[in-house]
């Protein structure tokens, strides 16, 4: 007896455990920012001068008050006290021009060196050579460019100009009370080493705690998920109890950690209110000495306390987001990490393939050193327009054939040529152009249906669209979605069955009209009766065009014009279907297993 | 009313169907209520913490009045004693008030958390009308939302505390300054209320197109190797690259508006204060306020801002708490799909539809007894799903004709416990779950290893662990993204197997296995279900001939209605239609 597997099922095990891609060095992370930077050429600069000058305008009312404050010791008039006041005004409008301005440049700059980040990342993935797509793992790419987008995006956009203000808030008002007194702002600098420890306190106490929370609640969600998504099932089995149960339990392991670090970070708070105190504190005792030796007037320690106590906000700002900046940088170094990945290769071959034959030369494959060999020298030839079929068990070799003459993968030995011209000379973008590949995955991509059909080629006008889905007899389905042409599918819009995915792959192949037709997808999926509407689709679909097919139903082989068998990784049997069912040899064994009656019954329908 | 106390938080216990709150407003109170411990002394502590941040610009007022202007050096180490007591009261007002009322906030969204699950999974259904994904963001993040209110009260409370004490304060100081503040301040926030409300809205916006930005990446690298295949994945850069330019457009925009805002506070609040700083520094020419009134006078009217921007933000608070509240009333109210009777299942589990018709179906006859294995084929797949609701116990009554009994009793009258220990239906879609093999097999009692292995052998599943170092305890992915689909469905179908119903519905068990597989499912099945003691019946709703060659007989529905019933070989033989449905 054959494995009982599928072809898919070996491959499973290298998708799971893929490698994950390359996160960047710190350096590797600053110089990839730097490059976004320079980029936006005068800009950034720029940016960063006008929130200093606005920051410097918040310095004026302080200093002012301070001012007023000896006037009025001194007893001046009212014309002092009308002078600063409206020194204040003015300078508060300034203030709010350049702070408005300010912040919107940091913001503009911010967001255009994120989104070319984006993009890039976007571009590398997107243009990953194939054998390394074939090796990654889909999750880690995901979470590259979903999760850790979105987490640098939410820091620049929510933060990034608030950071940047602040930071510029706290070095000017440091210099401005340095300015009134060195020794008062020496003063106030005495708040600074209880900061520091403060964080130094906090931050690896809180780390493992906030790696811990976030894995806590992965799993309170992946409980939650995988009860409601499969809720018919639980009804069924009758384990709503258990379900529930578990995501109680899980949501109460989440809370108490989320509880325990929210302990942590009030400890941390109250420390942080110790250093607002300390500094406070040692503004007005200096303050009261150097007013003591008249080294100070009133005025300036008053403005001194006031410049102290306008840094609360600031201060805790960026102490508290310190966290959120760091794991920023943690996304970014893995942003980084992939842009520095290596682009699919370029065509080296100037000339074109002559004609869409297809011939593998004595190829041989195998995944990873010391893995038995999948393919075992195989030469097959495919002449042009010729339709063949490839069947075998799993793991005979079926899908590394497909995925080797498609170019995705490279063999270990040998060539595939296609009208004569080796695939790695051709360069993987020109192979694309020529041959087509429906695989066993099916995607149906989140947008309209007439978009999704677009990807396959852009230019399409609405009646190739539809031309092409009534030549896979798919017009009729489509047209009674409920917008036609324009249904929103896909992720979150309305759900096609397994059998209309399939449906749109073959409109695609009819869009793109290449000249070489790979068809590895798993028909059986939609059923029976859909399986055998699918495959008259798939021959309509790819007649006239060189086409291989791996025949997961063997129907798809009856209609080839030849059959070629495949055990153990070769090529054991070919010819045309009729013939080597008469032959008796394994693909008549195969050809009567499929039809599907026990040996006795077998015979009975033989006759 | 500081009632410190620290009682333990209530704990979730099967609640009766009274409790649930019809409306929001119910909802509401119920929160408070329930965590009433906890927010009463969360909003008495940060109420605290509010009225020592108002009094720290006082005291350096108070400072500078007391000990700089005179020199008294013990005036001054009064002031330093004072100054660390308020920054004392201060942190621990703050750490320990939010704690109570983050431990009430988690609590809530707990207890609400397990409380919308408990409503999704219910064995009765439901008919929210809201989708699968829906129902999971009401369970997840609106649960969370909703329990926001404890928060926004919190705050809410704690913001008006603070005002009221910087009135008091103000007023002790001068009194027609202190209105002249109070009056300001509000006014000044009220009138920069009206750009924030434009500002949410951008962002808003902002926010959505870049969660659009995002949807369109995961869902082109989730689609990679079709794209790839297609050799798509140019345009597909050039599709993300313009999302992406729109939410860099969006960004822009809404940075525009908060820079705008942001400008109008810092130029607002510093007229304000030259106004403020202007007149007090009058009075103090004229002796009515001290050189330390003057401090403290411009200190709390540049406090004051704070609480005041904060009771802006109670309100989005409050307003986001309302529009997740709403949707959890919605499911937890939500009428049950199906209202069991209360009949039990007493006689022999003989299950027979009689001019039964349903959705599609017309005039369906079908008796399945103890001990039978039936298939039934369908032509049109519409056919199969409208029988297995029937079977599930899913079809409304009220749109069914004919009759369908279990053990003689109209299957809706059947107890929910009857329905469902009697008959199961293992649909083509069916889900497992994050766990082991051994988890995702055991559904009922527990069952040795033997047993198991059993299961999974007549559902020719046993490579699943003998291929694996783990065995029975193999681990398995959330959705079994571990296993391929030939795995899942032959897992799937072990369960079915072990969990040994009396009667038991499978729909296309063997659509993702090969033929060889196909046919040792199919004498597995059979080798499980018949001839036993007691005697099981087994529907086979497939098309696969492997399985209908193994049934006892075979009922055959063409357009809705019976065609044809008898054994797959006298089918072959006598008839056309089904030798070409079967045959492939």
Redesign the interface.
Known sequence: MTSPHRTEEAEAPARAHGELLPTASARRTWAVLGEGVRRTGWNTPLALAIVLAGSAAGLVAPWVLGRMVDDISQGKGLDAVLSSALLIAASGVIGGLLVGLGGWSVSRVGETILAGLRERVMDRVLRMPAERLERVRIGDLLSRVGDDVAVVTTSIARNGPDVVVAMATVLLTAAGMTALDWRLGLAGMAALPVYVLAVRWYLPRSGPYYARERVAMGERSHAMMGALRGRDTVRAYRLEDEHEKRVSERSRAAMDITITVFRLFTRFGARLNGAECVGLTAVLVVGFWLVRGDLATVGMVTAAALYFHRLFGPMMFLVVNFNEVQSAGASLARLAGVIDLPTEREPGAVEGPAGPSVRVESVSHSYGAGAPPALDGVSLSIAPGERVALVGASGAGKTTLASLISGLRTPTSGTVRLGGIPLDELGERRVREHVFLISQETHVFAGTLVEDLRLARAAATEEEVEAALEAVDALEWVRALPEGLDTVVGEGGHALTAEQAQHLALARLVLADPDVAVLDEATAEAGSSGARRLEKAAAAATAGRTTLVVAHRLTQAQTADRVVVMEGGRIVEQGAHADLVGAGGRYADLWRNWRGSPDEEGELLAR | MSTLAVSAPPT?RPRPLSDTPTTVRDLRGRTLRRNRAHVAAGVALLSLHQVAEAL??VA?GL??DW???P?D?RA?TV??VG??LL?TV???A???G??FT??AM??E??LL??EA??R????R?ERSGLR??E??TV??SDAEQAAQYVRAWSVAIAVVTAIVVTTVALLAVDVPLGVGVLVGVPLLMFLLRFPAARITRRSEA?QAT?AR??????????????????????????R??LA??D??DA??G???S??????????????F???V??VA??M??NGRLT?GE??IV??LA?FLAEPVQGLGMVGQMFATAKASAQRLVRLLNAPDALTPGERSCEGEPVLTLSEVGYRTLREVDLELRPGELVGVLT?D?RDAEALLELL?GRAEPGRMSGTLTLGGVPMHELDLEAL??TV?????G?????GTLRSNLV??AEADDERLMEALRSA?AQ?LVSGHHDGLDRPVA??A???????RQRLALA?ALL?DPPVLVLH?PT??????????IAQGVRAARTGRDPARATLVIA????LL?RADRVVVIVEGRVHRTGT??TL??QDRHYRE????
Not at chain 2, 258 to 271: D, F, H, I, K, P
Not at chain 2, 511 to 520: M, N, P
């Open positions: 979730e720290v610009p350096i400072t500078i000990a700089v202007v020199g050096a001054l002031c330093v100054m660390g920054f201060l942190a621990l703050y750490r320990t939010a704690r983050l431990r988690e609590n969204a707990h958390r397990v699950t408990r999704a999974l219910d064995p259904g699968v994904g129902v999971l369970a997840t902002k870049a930005a995002t949807a369109l990446a995961s869902d082109l690298v989730g689609g990679l190797r079709v794209l790839m295949g297609i050799g798509a994945r140019a345009d597909a850069a050039d993300y690259r992406s330019a939410a860099l960004s822009v809404a940075a525009a908060n820079g705008l805002y942001r400008g109008l506070v810092t130029a607002a609040s510093a007229v204060l030259a106004g700083a202007g520094g009058w103090a020419l050189v003057l401090v411009i200190g540049q032509t797949p599930s469902r220990g199961l239906v293992e649909d083509h069916s889900a497992l779950f994050e559904t009922g020719a490579d959330d959705r993204a571990n296993l391929s689909g030939g795995q369960r969990a296309d659509t993702a296995v090969d033929a060889v597989t196909e046919e040792a098309g696969s001939p492997a060659a797959h070989t072959t033989e449905v079967v045959l492939r």
